[in-house]
Nanobody, 121 residues
Framework: QEQLVESGGGLVQPGGSLRLSCAASGFTFSDYWMNWVRQAPGKGLEWVSVINSGGGTTRYADSVKGRFTISRDNAKNTLYLQMNSLKPEDTAVYYC??????????????WGQGTQVTVSS
């Protein structure tokens, strides 16, 4: 049974940093491109970032480019998102998801509960 468990969220002041983790199990993690997706209060899902199976290729949404860094440790079956220079508009529930993402983008039962990130002074 596939499982994705996100952690590392919390309350942080604008300009602060957080590191999110996603522990994967039930599938061969190293075979898949992995994504971070977020949902802000009252808004739809927004794709944030993707990393290829080997970790050498990454892409980011324009809204987070230069501030967020996606990475992975295939030996630990774990995906990460380092978030720096956080802004109030980064407030959202963050989910990790393996490729391919469901289209139209929605939260299927196989996703985890996500981790809440709140950026506020």
């Amino acid at each position: 049974q596939e499982q994705l468990v996100e952690s590392g969220g919390g309350l942080v002041q604008p300009g602060g940093s957080l590191r999110l983790s996603c522990a994967a199990s039930g599938f061969t993690f190293s075979d898949y491109w992995m994504n971070w997706v977020r949902q802000a209060p009252g808004k739809g899902l927004e794709w944030v970032s993707v990393i290829n199976s080997g970790g050498g290729t990454t892409r980011y949404a324009d809204s987070v480019k230069g501030r967020f860094t996606i990475s992975r440790d295939n030996a630990k079956n774990t995906l990460y998102l380092q978030m720096n220079s956080l802004k109030p508009e980064d407030t959202a529930v963050y989910y990790c998801a393996k490729d391919p993402l469901p289209r139209p983008l929605h939260i299927p039962p196989s996703w985890g509960q996500g981790t809440q990130v709140t950026v506020s002074s």
